[in-house]
């Protein structure tokens, strides 16, 4: 049975809808989403329903999400923002050399992993991705691409610095969020752990990861 609409659900009036308005559209619509794609997976969501529970017409949500996996894609980059919004607040410092560099990042990929939502869209992600490889696509492209090609470009910095050019800095990059994000699928998820077992977690992963440096 649908459920009904959220508390959030934009509320309509008469007459073209303002800038503010606009934003208020665009804000139910995608907190509806991402509620029902998070509680009761990609096929059981209905645009209907995400529409109805938005308190939006369907062709107010086609008009701007014209699939269902164009919807998906901006629930994603939406959350990726927010995110990488709660990251930024820890201020960590940058440092210049590679470990400093990877500690940084390993760092900030470490504190996202116990956010319940990070875990539900892998849950969600992994439940569909042999049927809708659209939606690992999309979360790759919005949610680990930038990550990826942030730490490529600090590897491709750090190692030219140091007189060793990495031959793959994107590869690397890759490996190690990889790294990073496996180990909360399989460990990570267990029991909450401190700010301080997560960071050692990526140091650990680091030293490997330095330790086959001759190899990159």
Do not use: C
Not at 35 to 56: H, K, N, P
Not at 141 to 153: F, H, L, M, Q
């Amino acid at each position: 049975m649908p459920k009904s609409a959220s508390p959030s659900a934009y509320k309509p009036r008469r007459g073209r809808p303002d800038a503010s308005r606009v934003v208020a559209i665009d804000r139910a619509i995608l907190s509806a989403a991402r509620r029902f794609f998070l509680d009761e997976g990609y096929d059981a969501t209905a645009m209907e329903t995400i529409a109805s529970a938005a308190g939006v017409s369907k062709a107010t949500l086609y008009a701007r999400h014209p699939t269902k996996s164009d919807l998906f894609r901006a629930v994603v980059q939406e959350s990726v923002a927010q995110w990488s919004e709660m990251s930024d607040q820890h201020h960590l410092p940058e440092g210049q050399t590679l470990r400093e560099r990877l500690m940084h990042h390993g760092t900030l990929i470490a504190r996202s992993l116990p956010n319940p939502e990070v875990h539900a869209f892998q849950r969600l992600l992994i439940s569909t991705r042999e049927r809708f490889p659209e939606l690992s696509l999309a979360m790759y492209e919005s949610g680990s691409r930038p990550i990826v090609d942030r730490i490529a470009r600090d590897i491709a910095d750090a190692t030219a610095r140091d007189g060793q050019p990495a031959r793959d800095p994107e590869m690397i990059a890759r490996l190690f969020l990889s790294a990073m994000t496996g180990w909360a699928l399989q460990e990570g998820a267990a029991r909450k752990m401190t700010d301080s077992e997560l960071e050692e977690v990526a140091r650990r992963i680091i030293d490997l990861f330095l330790l086959a440096r001759d190899g990159w």
